[in-house]
T-cell receptor, first 115, second 115 residues
């Protein structure tokens, strides 16, 4: 158990809909990262937040957005969903230090299926 | 452009055999981090090792060892005396700490260890 929690574990929705994925980092970790893992695209970094502010952006679509709240939990919002958004979405957290080289602890993931 | 190549899509070995997973990376940055992650059949991602670009020392952790060679831009991972529990998909990743903190993953190598 990494100490990172993600809810929900599974999500089934329809095209065009909007969903919110939630992540609670390990106690004391200030950074939260979001990743998407799909059969087509493999494992992709989406975005990183550090203490409430966006730190880095990867291959995140404009239909997707994220935020980190004062209590450090994070939410990933996916809107106007398409079939291709079906994937496993991971959240990870890390403690401060070693900019770029932090050890990341991953949550169990949220499996999203868009029908 | 930055890139991580894991040319071996799938490897099968018999238990107790040694196996090496290859990772070749491309970047023009002089400062970067390299990572290996394990994704067992249960699906979670597990951090295995981090290496920064200025540290070319090889590392050994139990049955696992890593060979980092900047001259060939490779960061290979060897499992000695493999066990069935090593069966997983292994990802190599490159992290660039400057600028946008890009995080680039390889496509993964699926390792099957047969009893």
């Amino acid at each position: 158990d990494s100490g990172v929690t993600q809810t929900p574990k599974h999500l089934i929705t329809a095209t065009g809909q909007r969903v919110t994925l939630r992540c609670s980092p390990r106690s004391g970790d200030l950074s939260v990262y979001w990743y998407q893992q799909s059969l087509d695209q493999g494992l992709q970094f989406l975005i990183q937040y550090y203490n409430g502010e966006e730190r880095a952006k990867g291959n995140i679509l404009e239909r997707f957005s994220a935020q980190q709240f004062p209590d450090l939990h994070s939410e990933l919002n996916l809107s106007s969903l398409e079939l291709g958004d079906s994937a496993l979405y991971f959240c990870a957290s890390s403690a401060p230090g070693l900019a770029g080289g932090e050890t990341q602890y991953f949550g169990p993931g949220t499996r999203l299926l868009v029908l | 452009a930055q890139k991580v190549t894991q040319a071996q899509t799938e490897i099968s070995v018999v238990e107790k055999e040694d196996v090496t997973l290859d990772c070749v990376y491309e970047t023009r940055d002089t400062t970067y981090y390299l990572f290996w992650y394990k994704q067992p059949p249960s699906g979670e991602l597990v951090f295995l090792i981090r290496r920064n670009s200025f540290d070319e020392q090889n590392e050994i952790s139990g049955r696992y060892s890593w060979n980092f060679q900047k001259s060939t831009s490779s960061f290979n991972f060897t499992i000695t005396a493999s066990q069935v529990v090593d069966s997983a998909v292994y990802f190599c990743a490159l992290r660039l700490p400057s600028g946008t903190y890009k995080y680039i993953f390889g496509t993964g190598t699926r390792l099957k260890v047969l009893a």
